[in-house]
């Protein structure tokens, strides 16, 4: 339904009209009775209208352009103030004759005639009965014909059909008005206060959205009742577009209102980040590909990186999935491809350095020095895979600092202790939430070069869990043959890792990978003797403490007496790892002083060290005496590092049961069964009576029940154990001995014997009965090691027991 056209008037003469109370646009049924009275004159005045049709009873603006028409409105406005209206067949004709207009047309009564500002002539008219034209008289100077008037056919008041028909109109012309945007809402308070049927179905069919022709046809409709009803299928069809249009408007609405609401979220969340100084999506795409110009990454990594990095502009930045991505492609970028720090070939300054940081240890320096020699000469060498061996505490993880200073590489260094996750090295594919890359990747981030010293420390315990196997990883980590493709889970991309440099560590040899021992350089490093260790003490340890703590070496000075009283007695390690602590007490105890601006002597005195550090606490890992029969010093090998053992035995009236105790594990207890059996069978050469193991029961033991104890090496030391006791014979002072024994009463050799010999120098021991195969092993012990022992190598077990008793009997020897 479109609005009446009163829009070609400007705002201000409309309400003019308004005002104006000639203008009654709501006709009423008495009004409608008047105006069916009045006699139509014979000739009127024809008025053609383009583009719209009159009804009888509606009030309509029209703007007379034409000359014609103005004249037309003129003449008439002075005169009876009626013309005829009817509407073009066609609204293109501009100069209108009989045959271009509708023969069926309405009377109009001129209501108001308004001269406006562009030149314009509008007039206010009202439709009164329609006419039909009989003939044009005249066409100058405008249309005039003859008509006569065209009686409507109206049903009968009471006419039920009708009345519905008339109801329905009005209902339908309320809804479509509250529909429409475009109608204002005062129209359906005049729709329902019309109450002429007639005048009702006319108001709704000129104001109804029809072209001229469908608006001609229902104004010829003669048949009240039919026009009725043409006019509410008009209104029908009106309704449903309406209908759908409202639908469709709704669904683009509701369609662009989310649209429009995720703009705005975005502008404000941009807004909110250039407020907290954050960095909008679009800046940090354009920022990752500035950072990725400056890489000197290969071709294939470029091309993955392009990939990936269109893939994050796609994204929506709220998505958690953005922020995987964009730590993705950060670690790309942080990664150093194909970046080198320049190694340093001054092999005098190197050897300094690692004299510098770490006293004796030459095994390790020179094999250094040896790469660093064959580097400078080839520079395309693949970095070789060294494992350092030995007991904590001996500098194995600082030398690779000390390494990595003397190439002038960084420095990086992962702890694979308790590793039981093959993630750990290879990383999580990155679809996993939490997804990380790997340690070795992590860390060549961190180094920020392609080539550091790479530190694994304690490689050997490194465990199997349910998550893969983690040594197999680092298979591929340490074969120089496949590791410049080096596999990162997260990564996606392999990595060159052929110019890193790898220095493992590791306290024993037996728990590592066999596939991953191959792989590497071993190099022993064994534990120090005390003259090392006050060495270390005084020129590493201590200054390195004083230093940590503020202070000077002139706040503070132990001599080499007090050095060795510490080591001594407060230390029971091969390495220096406890010394350093308790070095770092005598520190902390000249700090306290200082700051508490109190006495005490700079120079450490006997007592200032057991004021500090309490009575010397390891007094029994010294030999013990001989004075009791059964009791023989053996030498055991650890984790830990060499550490001396006493065996004790003693019988008791008894059936000749053998008791062993010391929390000895299952070869140690055969060890001493070997023993046992040996002596019964020998018990003549030896002197002893047999019938002694029926009447006494033996009982072997080893103290520190605490510490679990395995391993053959202890054979020898039992059977001289037992020998002494049968025998009641004196053991020979500060001897010790390890070896293995057979049932022939064969000795065998055993390992770790660099250990073994530092931990009996440090036991005050003299004497050393080892195997004659052992021999090869004290040969590549460094001298210094070996001075103020002496060493019996023995084959057969009556050697050991000619080296180790004397034909001496114990003080207050039993009688057996
Ligand atoms: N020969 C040495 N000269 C100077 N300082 C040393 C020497 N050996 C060890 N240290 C010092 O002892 C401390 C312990 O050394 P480090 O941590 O390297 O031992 P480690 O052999 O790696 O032990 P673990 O097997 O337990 O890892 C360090 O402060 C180190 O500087």
Same mark, same amino acid.
């Given at each position: ?35 069916? /009275? ?33 004249? =037309? ?31 069926? +047309? ?52 009471? #006419? ?6 008339? !109801? ?6 309320? /809804? ?42 229902? =104004?010829?409709?003669?048949?009240? /009742? ?12 009106? %309704? ?13 609405? *509701? ?25 909008? @999506? ?13 890489? *000197? ?32 492609? !950060? ?58 061996? $030995? ?35 290879? +990383? @999580? ?12 990747? %992590?860390?060549?981030?961190?180094? $920020? ?90 020129? @590493? ?7 940590? @703590? ?18 001594? $007695? ?86 000749? #049961? ?38 006494? #029961? ?6 520190? +029940?605490?510490?679990?104890? !395995?391993?053959?090496?202890? +054979? ?11 025998? %009641?014979? /004196? ?86």
């Amino acid at each position: 339904m479109s609005r009446t056209k009163f829009t070609d008037i400007d705002s201000l003469s409309l309400q003019d009209l308004e005002q104006d109370a000639e203008l009654i646009p709501l006709m009423t049924p008495e009004d409608e009775e008047e105006i069916n /009275k009045e006699k139509l004159p014979e000739t009127l005045p024809i008025l053609p209208l383009r583009n719209t049709v009159l009804f009888p009873g509606v009030v309509i603006p029209i703007t007379a352009g034409r000359d014609k028409s103005i004249k =037309l409105i003129q003449d008439a406005n002075n005169g009876s103030k009626v013309v005829g209206v009817v509407s073009q067949k066609s609204e293109e004709v501009e100069n209108p004759t009989g045959k271009d207009i509708n023969t069926l +047309g309405v009377v109009a009564r001129i209501l108001r005639v308004l001269k406006m500002p562009d030149g314009n002539t509008t007039v206010i008219i009202q439709g009164k009965k329609r006419f039909e034209i009989d003939e044009v008289i005249t066409e100058d100077p405008y249309l005039q014909a003859t008509i006569k008037e065209v009686p409507e056919a109206r049903p009968e008041k009471e #006419n039920e059909e009708f009345s519905a028909i008339v !109801d329905s109109i009005k209902e339908l012309a309320l /809804k479509i008005i509250k529909q429409s945007p475009n109608i204002p809402s005062e129209a359906s308070f005049a729709i329902s206060n019309i109450e002429s049927p007639s005048f009702l179905i006319n108001f709704v069919s000129s104001n109804m959205n029809l072209s001229v022709a469908d608006k001609q046809k229902l =104004l010829a409709t003669n048949d009240l /009742k039919e026009r009725a009803l043409a006019t509410l299928k008009f209104m029908n069809v009106e %309704q449903q577009k309406l209908e759908l249009k409202n639908d469709i408007q709704s669904k683009v609405q *509701s369609d662009m209102s989310q649209q429009q609401r995720e703009y705005f979220l975005h502008q404000q969340m941009k807004t909110i980040q250039e407020e907290l100084g954050g960095v909008s @999506h679009e800046d940090e795409v354009e920022e990752m590909k500035q950072r990725a110009k400056k890489k *000197s990454w290969g071709e294939d990594v470029a091309k993955h990186f392009k990939k990936e990095i269109s893939k994050l502009q796609r994204m929506n930045p709220q998505v958690s999935e953005y922020s995987i991505q964009r730590n993705y492609l !950060d670690l790309f970028l942080d990664l150093p491809w194909n970046e080198f720090s320049k190694d340093k070939f001054d092999l005098k300054r190197a050897m300094k350095i690692l004299d510098r940081d770490h006293y004796g240890l030459e095994d390790v320096k020179k094999r250094i020095i040896e790469y660093l020699a064959v580097l400078k000469l080839r520079n395309d060498m693949k970095s070789p895979i060294l494992c350092l061996y $030995g007991p904590p505490g001996v500098g194995k993880t600082s030398l690779g600092k000390s390494v990595a200073e003397a190439l002038g590489r960084e420095y990086v260094r992962i702890s694979l202790g308790g590793l039981r996750d093959e993630a750990e090295i290879r +990383g @999580h594919r990155k679809t996993y939430i939490g997804a990380m890359p790997g340690r070795i990747i %992590q860390s060549l981030k961190k180094a $920020g070069t392609s080539n550091p010293v790479f530190v694994l420390d304690e490689i050997d315990k490194i465990g199997t869990g349910n998550q893969g196997d983690p040594s197999s990883a680092l298979l591929e980590v340490l074969d120089p043959e496949q590791n410049n493709e080096f596999h990162d889970n997260f990564l996606e991309m392999g990595f060159d890792l052929s110019k890193v440099m790898f220095i493992a560590t590791c306290n024993s040899l037996n728990t590592i990978q066999p596939a991953l021992r191959d792989r590497m350089e071993i190099i022993n490093v064994t534990g120090y003797t005390i003259e090392e260790k006050v060495e270390i003490g005084k020129k @590493h340890l201590l200054p390195k403490q004083l230093e940590e @703590h503020g202070l000077t070496k002139d706040h503070l000075k132990i001599a080499k007496p007090q050095l060795e009283k510490i080591v001594e $007695g407060y230390t029971r390690e091969s390495g220096v790892r406890s010394l350093e602590k308790q070095i770092a007490k005598m520190v902390r105890y000249a700090a306290k002083n200082i700051a508490m601006e109190e006495d005490y002597s700079v120079k450490i005195t006997n007592d200032d060290v057991v004021e500090v550090l309490g009575s010397p606490k390891l007094e029994r890992d010294k030999y013990e005496n001989n004075d009791v029969a059964g009791v023989v010093t053996g030498l055991a090998w650890t984790r830990v590092g060499g550490d001396i053992l006493f065996i004790e035995s003693i019988l008791s009236k008894g059936k000749g #049961n053998l008791n062993i105790t010391g929390n000895l594990g299952k070869v140690m207890k055969e060890s001493a069964t070997i023993a046992m059996e040996y002596i019964k069978a020998h018990a003549e050469e030896f002197g002893i009576i047999p019938t002694i193991f029926e009447k006494y #029961n033996v009982h072997i033991h080893v103290p520190e +029940g605490a510490t679990p104890k !395995d391993g053959p090496s202890a +054979g020898i030391t039992m059977l001289t154990s037992l020998v002494s006791l049968f025998t %009641q014979r /004196k053991v020979k002072k500060s001897v010790a001995m390890t070896g293995e024994i057979t049932l022939r009463g064969k000795v065998l050799p055993v390992g770790g014997i660099k250990e073994k010999i530092l931990a009996a120098k440090r036991a005050r021991i003299k004497e050393i009965v080892l195997c004659e195969d052992n021999r090869r092993d004290i040969k590549e012990i460094k001298e210094e090691y070996l001075k103020g022992l002496t060493f019996h190598y023995v084959t057969d077990m009556s050697q050991v027991l000619d080296v180790a008793l004397t034909k001496q009997k114990v003080k207050n020897a039993k009688k057996l």
